[in-house]
């Protein structure tokens, strides 16, 4: 069974980056889709970013078009979301998940316990 753990969360100013790891464990981690979730306070979890398990397509929402770059390394298993010019509204714990390849959330069977991400203006 494939174990998801994200890390690299804090607190950052408005414009600032951070880059955000997803470690997996398992030897089925490489068959998976992952994609980054996120979920701020009061509201839904909603989709973020996504590749494929064959790590040539990637998805993203488009409130994130252009600022998240989502990549991955199988031989590390690991799954990296890249967040450039960080906005106040980025503030969210951010989930990794492991599943198919889409943009609803039904299609992730397994999750992470999140990071937070906290953006000061």
């Known amino acids: 069974q494939v174990q998801l753990a994200e890390s690299g969360g804090g607190l950052v100013q408005a414009g600032g980056s951070l880059r955000l790891s997803c470690v997996g464990s398992?030897?089925?981690?490489?068959?998976?889709?992952i994609a980054w979730f996120r979920q701020a306070p009061g509201k839904e979890r909603e989709f973020v970013a996504g590749?494929?398990?064959?790590?040539?397509?990637?998805i993203y929402a488009d409130s994130v078009k252009g600022r998240f770059t989502i990549s991955r390394d199988n031989d590390k298993k690991t799954v990296y979301l890249q967040i450039n010019t960080l906005k106040y509204d980025d503030t969210a714990v951010y989930y990794c998940?492991?599943?198919?390849?889409?943009?609803?959330?039904?299609?992730?069977?397994?999750w992470g316990r999140g990071t937070q991400v906290t953006v000061s203006s």
């Open positions: 998940a492991a599943g198919g390849f889409s943009y609803d959330r039904q299609d992730y069977t397994i």
């Open positions: 398992g030897y089925e981690f490489r068959r998976y889709g």
């Open positions: 590749v494929s398990w064959s790590v040539d397509s990637t």
